[in-house]
């Protein structure tokens, strides 16, 4: 995240034409945060004037959201009770049984990666 000074002065300067790597040394930015400064402006839809009119605050904001922490207010899985769930006589469960289940009770729960390092996690517990 940039702060709003590098913001303003990368879309000043490039709008006056100046180069991307005199933009990224004046600014001490790599090109790729340097493009997606211009990316950004240009979907926006905004003047340079009005951005300048917002506090630093409004404009570091707009130009870098904050991330959805949906993420973060998932419980881990009780794999206990998904193993109690999956398992039958003579098979043995799988992690991929124990995804499968997880799933379908929280299709907005954790990702399959996340959830089979916290699978590994848990086993490791045991």
């Given at each position: 995240?940039?702060?709003?000074?590098?913001?303003?002065?990368?879309?000043?300067?490039?709008?006056?034409?100046?180069?991307?790597?005199?933009?990224?040394?004046?600014?001490?930015?790599?090109?790729?945060?340097?493009?997606?400064?211009?990316?950004?402006?240009?979907?926006?839809?905004?003047?340079?004037?009005?951005?300048?009119?917002?506090?630093?605050?409004?404009?570091?904001?707009?130009?870098?959201?904050?991330?959805?922490?949906?993420?973060?207010?998932?419980?881990?899985?009780?794999?206990?009770?998904?193993?109690?769930?999956?398992?039958?006589?003579?098979?043995?469960?799988?992690?991929?049984?124990l995804?499968?289940?997880?799933h379908?009770?929280?299709?907005?729960?954790?990702?399959?990666?996340?959830?089979?390092?916290?699978?590994?996690?848990?086993?490791?517990?045991?």
């Open positions: 995240m940039q702060n709003s000074a590098v913001i303003i002065g990368v879309i000043r300067m490039r709008l006056q034409g100046i180069s991307y790597p005199a933009c990224q040394a004046r600014h001490h930015i790599g090109s790729w945060t340097a493009q997606d400064i211009m990316r950004k402006y240009h979907s926006l839809g905004r003047s340079l004037d009005e951005l300048e009119t917002m506090t630093p605050g409004e404009l570091e904001e707009l130009f870098y959201p904050p991330m959805d922490r949906q993420h973060l207010k998932i419980s881990p899985p009780d794999f206990e009770a998904l193993i109690k769930k999956t398992e039958s006589p003579g098979r043995k469960v799988y992690g991929e049984d995804w499968a289940e997880y379908k009770q929280e299709p907005r729960g954790f990702s399959r990666t996340m959830f089979y390092l916290k699978y590994r996690e848990y086993r490791r517990k045991k």
